[in-house]
């Protein structure tokens, strides 16, 4: 098979996951919407979302992962990398919201769901803030100089930046305007890229 072709089927195969992983977390927040997160299982969710448990694990591990779980892709870990790697960040902050926020119109009301949710369970808090901790570990892997303490330093910088401004977006004028989110994310990233760089 050509590269072009492995990489037509590559690109579907992803689509096809993606398309999966929305109907299930859109299934998921419907229930958790009508009846609460704690008054279900993963088998009851994949039961509804006509998906089979297994598949609802290996898409999201958990409960809490439905939830919790953030896209996280190679092209926002290089965009962060570069920005912190970068000695001008401000065009690198546009370069951030792209990887963060591409496609954002699909899936901004599932965002906004979720984001309440989590908001009102601290489980869920403390499960999305774990797994920043891989986020960071990814962005430290692929920077290129060897100060590894300062860039664990930069990057939680950024990725917790990300993270509370998602968060705070709810209190924000506009929510849940897919701009709004964004404008809340880059002032969060100014703000922290102006407290990490030198």
Do not use: C
């Amino acid at each position: 098979m050509n590269k072009g072709k492995q990489s037509q089927t590559s690109n579907r195969r992803n689509n096809k996951k993606q398309v999966l992983r929305r109907q299930i977390r859109h299934t998921a927040f419907k229930l958790f919407a009508e009846h609460g997160f704690d008054e279900f299982t993963v088998e009851q969710i994949a039961e509804a979302a006509d998906v089979s448990a297994m598949t609802f694990y290996r898409h999201f591990g958990t409960q809490q992962g439905v939830v919790s779980g953030m896209v996280w892709n190679a092209d926002l870990r290089d965009a962060i990398a570069a920005a912190l790697e970068s000695e001008n960040s401000s065009d690198e902050i546009e370069v951030i919201l792209a990887s963060i926020y591409s496609e954002l119109d699909e899936w901004v009301e599932d965002l906004s769901s979720r984001v309440q949710l989590i908001d009102g369970s601290e489980a869920l808090l403390d499960a999305l803030w774990q797994q920043t901790r891989f986020w960071v570990d990814d962005i430290v892997e692929h920077l290129e100089s060897a100060t590894p303490l300062i860039h664990r330093v930069q990057a939680r910088a950024i990725v917790g930046a990300i993270l509370e401004a998602i968060l705070a977006w709810p209190t924000q004028d506009g929510f849940p305007s897919a701009e709004s989110l964004k404008t809340t994310t880059r002032l969060a990233l100014e703000t922290a890229l102006k407290t990490v760089q030198p």
